[in-house]
């Protein structure tokens, strides 16, 4: 049986002015998969997710969510969308003047203005600890926290309202190796445990191999190709040739590759069912 969208683009259309952004773009998002949407530099990776969720009107073009149409809606006929996403914008994007704590709780205050202060503290707190973050991070400010502690705060707000849908955009970027693996270990195991669909905008190739279910490939002013990597490895495109078959590209897949190998001579020791 089919896996139904969650997300579904169709024809759509953005412009700067003479500047075209995406013309004609399609895209499906299924749900319960995490989609990495990757392009070159002015591709208009983050224009899509913005156009997605409201933040950008395109010039033409059909855009649903949750199988609602969501061009052209008031802000208030959205509402009951928005409450079942959630969006980590890039570097966190979270005010500098409140705490980790009162940055999580910004969501819930704005759709559930009735509820208490200690229920507000409660939901925090959860949500900060299922971002990775110790239980002190509550009162710090942003200003005290690192790139990487920044980043999981705004997941915790992301993840305030219990999303079914998450919008990632360029998560790990600025987190050296491991911080970016821990941060992608965290993707997936929310991903799994939670039921979350993702949409992941990073130039991160390792990000694609470890988690990703598919990659849509932003390129000529639209998607040029969706799928799984191997199956964009097949493709005849430069852009995608250069991307996952460059230097970088090719040592993401070794180090992939390397990882399957390890964790399948892992299951073969004896002892190991």
């Not at 503290?121 to 920044?150: C, F, H, N, T, V």
């Not at 939670?194 to 002013?221: E, M, S």
Request: glycine letters at 10%.
């Amino acid at each position: 049986m089919a896996v139904p969208n969650i997300i579904s683009v169709k024809g759509l259309c953005n412009s700067f002015g003479d500047q075209i952004i995406h013309q004609d773009l399609d895209l499906e998002v299924r749900r319960g998969e995490i989609l990495g949407v990757v392009g070159g530099s002015g591709t208009g990776k983050s224009v899509l997710m913005r156009s997605i969720i409201g933040l950008q009107e395109p010039v033409a073009g059909e855009i649903r969510v949750f199988d609602e149409g969501m061009i052209g809606k008031e802000e208030d006929e959205a509402t009951d969308v928005r409450r079942r996403w959630g969006v980590l914008f890039q570097g966190g994007a979270l005010f500098s003047t409140l705490t980790v704590a009162e940055n999580v709780q910004v969501p819930l205050r704005e759709f559930y203005p009735e509820f208490s202060k200690p229920l507000l503290d409660e939901i925090a707190r959860y949500k900060i600890y299922l971002s990775g973050l110790p239980a002190d991070a509550a009162q710090k400010y942003p200003s005290e926290l690192s790139g990487g502690m920044r980043k999981r705060a705004g997941l915790a707000r992301a993840l305030a309202m219990d999303p079914e849908l998450l919008f990632l955009d360029e998560p790990t970027a600025g987190l050296d190796p491991i911080g970016a693996a821990n941060f992608d270990n965290l993707t997936r195991d929310l991903k799994e445990t939670l039921g979350l669909t993702v949409f992941l905008i990073t130039h991160d190739l390792d990000t694609l191999y470890a988690i990703c279910d598919r990659v849509a490939v932003l390129a000529d002013q639209k998607v040029v190709a969706v799928g799984a990597i191997e199956e964009l490895l097949a493709i005849k495109h430069p852009w995608i040739n250069e991307y996952f078959s460059g230097p970088r590209g090719r040592a993401a897949r070794r180090g992939h590759s390397d990882k399957n190998t390890e964790a399948y001579s892992t299951m073969q020791k004896p002892g190991r069912s």
